[in-house]
């Protein structure tokens, strides 16, 4: 089987950087959408599903360099294996509650207010008009910013070790925290394609990790 040349798929050279990779694939992506296409064109699917494809083996760092070195295999498939953070398994050790709650929860529970709460205004603002530009980076800040937060607060999470009397709280805080991860990066792959369905998901996403948000004050509160 011949390697794809995701390069060319995405009109860049092979020394392009990641943010010049992230560049194509927006305008390429903007430029095959079916409701910003020249009218006179029907969009090209297979090439909307080419250029989905090549970002996402160029598009992500690991998989990049996995990709340059197999580039001349005839025999290369893709390698699917994302490298975003994830948060392991709690430890079995003991901390007090009372540090727990003070230098880990609290904290923690900001964080998340400070990526949930601001989401469906930035939604509003983009949705004047999701093609300006404008409007689009003003949203990618926002995530950008967000996604800054998460990797403090799952990095925090991982800190300390949690009481056993708090279990129930800390399952809840996991999960919050895997969805917002999830839904930053449906929302990330919405900037890119203009694809409404990402932008859905992100939101369903952001409203899960609220629940257990809430699931997780519940429980600290019945202490």
Known sequence: ????????????????????I????????KQFHPDTCDKSQTANGDRIVALNHAY??????????????SRDAANYR??????????????????DLDVWLQHIYRPLNQAILKIIKPLE???????????DDDLMATFQT?????QAILDQAQKLFQSLPNPTNVARAARDLYYCLN?????????EWFTLNYNEEYL????????RADQFSWQAQEAIAQL
């Not at 859905?200 to 409203?207: C, K, P, Y």
């Open 200 to 207: 859905h998901s992100g939101q369903e996403m952001f409203r």
């Open 179 to 187: 969805h917002l991860g999830d839904g930053l990066e449906q929302l």
């Open 56 to 69: 996402e083996i160029l598009g992500d760092a690991h998989q990049r360099k996995q990709y340059d070195l």
């Open 142 to 146: 926002y995530l950008e910013d967000c």
């Open 22 to 29: 992230k560049n194509a694939y927006r305008r390429l992506a």
């Open 121 to 131: 205004a930035q939604i509003d603002e983009l949705a004047a008009d999701p093609f």
């Open 78 to 95: 893709g390698i699917r294996s994302a490298q975003g953070t994830t948060v392991r398994p709690r430890q079995t050790m003991e901390t």
């Open 1 to 20: 089987m011949t390697t794809p040349d995701y390069y060319k798929v995405l009109n860049i050279s092979p020394k392009a950087t990641q943010q010049e």
